[in-house]
């Protein structure tokens, strides 16, 4: 069962829940450090994380399954509910897609990536961010990375394998313990650092980045407008899949 989210936005203007966006975010932002003219949908519970990315993405949207519920934003809404397995969404409409507080309690894991991939543009890229099996925070159920079933590196490289994405970057983030008196800016960055360098393979979240593949197996006719090729973040491998005939006479006819 999905954790509400009233819970989720609880835990988030927590100190906890600050400390813990914050130590996220960090290393989001070493993945995508530009969203210019990108558009973006959050999956999960990304609403805190989006809300950082408005100012410069093109478009930041949130879709929050129904099992968990959304919150109501002010002013025009930018939030979507229902099934996740059936995102209202046409194909390859987004540059970035951030899944978070998704897979974790989901009943069909492929289901929710085969949807993804559909609604990314070609070279799309998507975030990952899920409790990780060998971090602390997945056995504390006071947060939400207590709660159902957490991963390693091994299995989420199997599903997006499966899914038709290709990984191309990993991190760890919240080294911090999960515990209240812990959740302080300094102490926090503090512990961050010692992680980073000495448990590297302890962090209480993954993080994996992983690209859209299009070279086996293309989606049906996209209804959303054609858009440029996503380069690559720095230090990231990009997919370059070969063109079938098809592409290349579409490509020659729009310039």
């Not at 829940?17 to 003219?37: C, N, V």
């Not at 558009?39 to 989006?50: I, K, R, S």
């Not at 929710?112 to 409790?131: D, F, N, Y």
């Amino acid at each position: 069962m999905r954790r509400d989210a009233l819970e989720l936005e609880r835990f988030y203007n927590s100190r906890r829940g600050l400390i813990s966006k914050m130590m996220i975010e960090r290393r989001l932002a070493t993945i995508w450090p530009d969203l210019r003219e990108l558009d973006v949908l959050g999956l999960g519970y990304a609403t805190p994380y989006l809300a950082d990315m408005r100012p410069t993405a093109r478009r930041a949207v949130a879709f929050m399954p129904a099992s968990q519920g959304a919150i109501v934003e002010a002013g025009p809404s930018r939030t979507a509910l229902g099934d996740e397995t059936h995102l209202p969404f046409p194909d390859a409409l987004f540059d970035r897609v951030l899944m978070i507080h998704m897979l974790e309690e989901a009943e069909s894991l492929q289901a929710i990536l085969r949807e993804a991939w559909r609604v990314m543009a070609p070279e799309g890229r998507l975030v990952i961010v899920a409790a990780a099996r060998a971090g602390a925070w997945a056995l504390v159920d006071s947060t939400p990375f207590g709660h159902g079933r957490p991963f390693s590196r091994g299995q989420l490289t199997r599903l997006l394998g499966d899914a038709m994405f290709q990984t191309t970057a990993w991190s760890r983030a919240l080294y911090v313990p999960p515990y209240r008196w812990s959740a302080q800016k300094g102490l926090a960055n503090a512990w961050e650092k010692v992680g980073e360098t000495i448990w590297a393979g302890l962090g209480g979240v993954i993080m994996v980045e992983a690209v859209k593949r299009t070279g086996a197996l293309h989606p049906p006719l996209r209804t959303a407008p054609a858009r440029a090729r996503v380069l690559a973040a720095p230090g990231s491998a990009a997919l370059s899949p070969k063109p079938t005939p098809k592409d290349v006479s579409t490509h020659r006819g729009q310039s």
